[in-house]
């Protein structure tokens, strides 16, 4: 009995002991004057995240609640708060000016035990700033020049399996190509390429080792509970030391890079892409091989679900544009022809157009759909009697921003000329927000454009993309993921039969 009454009274301690704190959590903004919604004791303010709404739907509508209130308000994803920014002249002095407060993600990692998650796009502080100085140099526009002709070499080969697609007898015109995996073959056969050295051949063999344990690194299904838990409760995680990655592709990584260095070493191997560049960063003694794995691995991370992601919604927005579309082809091949048919560095510099339908993708699609920042000390927000505390998480939400009819009127509207350099200049810099902004933006943004650019380019030149009677007008986007995808099983990506064929190359 006594035994039972103990138990009982723990029991009732332990529900009330849950119910103070998260009482006293989910009471921070309302005791700090700062807006917000009530929160849900379970879900915060995101109850209908992945039920009816993805996490950007929600963002969109509480931006649009909010704006022209205040500059920030306050917002519970789950149990975590997060300070969301309204005032775009506060993101820029957040990513710029008081960039020194900002330098974090605040992003989970254990360098000890999981040395392939210590990559740039999850370092903090001080590690970061040393490591994106050393990379710095390898991002330069010579070097990424340098990687043009592998780009299109993988361009070409997805033209190839396109053309072998569309002759095959079981195509149907009814249905089209569901063309999402295809892109994504070919963003891990440049990236693979590019970053490792290697021939994926992923377009060729969907089905191959190395498109496998890509999946698996990009999806944390595999290792969802601690990829959750690191991210509600990352100093408990640190703790527990638990890793993000699973065993599998931490030793996938660490094998291939070891072994195609050693190669590279022994037979004297020299070859025009960033696993050399990183090599010679080791040579110098400024990084280990666990950290050239980390930052090759991070171009995987962060380029490839970005890349195809941008390709894939483009094409999509051109099957439904056709003049949009017939535009950019007459584009492509002025150039090419004044560029005596090649596609080269140069020519692609040229295509401008296309440039701007790069822009509007990813205004409109935004792969990534906010970007966090941690500060390093209280922030006294200018012109405000707010402080965002030390260790608080910001949010700049992109994705809203992107939608707001006051930057980007008839926000659904795809339209390229909203990025022609008059119509840019009009705008606050920080009304497009695609690749981030100040000193932490994205270290891969011209490699990125260059892999959606050249993968276009030959597209249009050898395909026209129009929409069949399994495309999803409007389309759905998943639910479960933060970065923009489409909606899982949908069969939505297509082009049919009355195009170019691939002998026109
Ligand atoms: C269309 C393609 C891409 C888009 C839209 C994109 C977008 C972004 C965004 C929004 C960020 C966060 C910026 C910020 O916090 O201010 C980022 C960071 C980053 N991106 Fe990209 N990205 C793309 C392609 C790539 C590629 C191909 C690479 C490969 C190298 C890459 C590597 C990175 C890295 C390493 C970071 C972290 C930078 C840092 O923390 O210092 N990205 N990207």
């Not at 609640?65 to 002249?89: A, M, N, R």
């Not at 007459?330 to 048919?341: C, F, P, Q, W, Y």
């Not at 009697?385 to 608080?392: L, N």
């Not at 795809?414 to 810099?429: L, M, W």
């Amino acid at each position: 009995m006594a035994l039972l009454e103990i138990l009982v009274c723990f029991i009732c301690g332990s529900i009330l002991l849950i119910y103070w704190i998260l009482s006293k959590q989910f009471s921070y903004f309302r005791e700090r004057g700062i807006l917000h919604d009530k929160p849900n004791f379970i879900f915060g303010n995101i109850k209908e995240y992945k039920r009816t709404k993805n996490i950007y739907q929600i963002l969109q509508e509480y931006y649009a609640k909010y704006k022209g209130t205040e500059k920030i308000f306050g917002f519970f994803l789950y149990f975590q708060k997060v300070v969301v920014i309204l005032d775009l002249d506060l993101i820029k002095d957040i990513c710029v000016k008081d960039f020194g407060n900002f330098t974090s993600r605040g992003n989970y990692y254990n360098k000890k035990d999981d040395p392939v998650a210590a990559h740039l796009f999850n370092l903090d502080g001080v590690d970061w700033r040393k490591m994106r100085t050393k990379l710095t140099p390898t991002f330069s526009s010579g070097k990424i020049k340098s990687t043009f002709p592998t780009i299109v070499d993988v361009a070409n080969t997805l033209v190839e399996v396109l053309g072998d697609m569309q002759n095959s007898p079981l195509y149907d015109t009814d249905v089209g190509i569901e063309i999402e995996d295809l892109i994504s073959h070919y963003t891990t056969d440049v990236i693979g390429s590019v970053a490792f050295g290697l021939d994926c051949g992923t377009l060729k063999d969907p089905n191959s080792t190395f498109s496998d344990i890509i999946k698996k690194a990009l999806n944390f299904r595999h290792n969802m509970i601690t990829v959750l838990l690191a991210y509600i409760f990352p100093k408990v995680a640190r703790k527990l030391r638990l890793k993000t990655l699973t065993g599998e592709v931490s030793k996938f990584f660490l094998n291939l890079v070891r072994q195609t260095v050693t190669f590279r070493e022994q037979t004297g191997t020299q070859r025009n892409d960033f696993l050399n560049l990183l090599m010679e960063l080791r040579k110098s003694g400024d990084l280990t091989m666990e950290e050239i794995t980390a930052q090759a691995y991070v171009f995987f991370v962060a380029g490839h679900d970005t890349g195809s992601s941008t390709l894939t919604f483009c094409l999509y927005e051109l099957a439904l544009n056709q003049d949009i579309q017939n535009k950019a082809r007459s584009e492509i091949n002025e150039v090419l022809s004044a560029h005596k048919g090649v596609l080269t560095y140069e020519a692609m510099a040229d295509m401008k157009y296309l440039l701007q339908i790069m822009y509007e993708t990813t205004r409109k699609h935004a792969p990534t759909v906010f970007i966090a920042r941690q500060t390093a000390e209280d922030y006294f927000v200018p012109n405000t009697d707010y402080v965002i505390e030390k260790g608080m998480t910001v949010l700049l939400p992109v994705d809203a921003i992107h939608h707001d009819p006051d930057l980007y009127p008839n926000p659904k509207l795809f339209d390229p000329e909203r990025f022609t350099a008059a119509e840019i200049q009009k705008r606050h810099p920080m009304a497009y927000l695609a690749f981030g902004r100040g000193p932490r933006n994205c270290i891969g943004s011209r490699f990125g454009k260059m892999i959606v650019l050249a993968g276009l380019c030959l597209l249009l030149k050898n395909f026209k993309f129009s929409a069949t009677k399994k495309t999803q007008i409007p389309i759905n986007f998943s639910m479960f993921t933060l970065l923009r995808a489409s909606e899982e099983g949908v069969n939505s990506w297509i082009f049919n039969k009355e195009s170019h064929t691939a002998k026109n190359r």
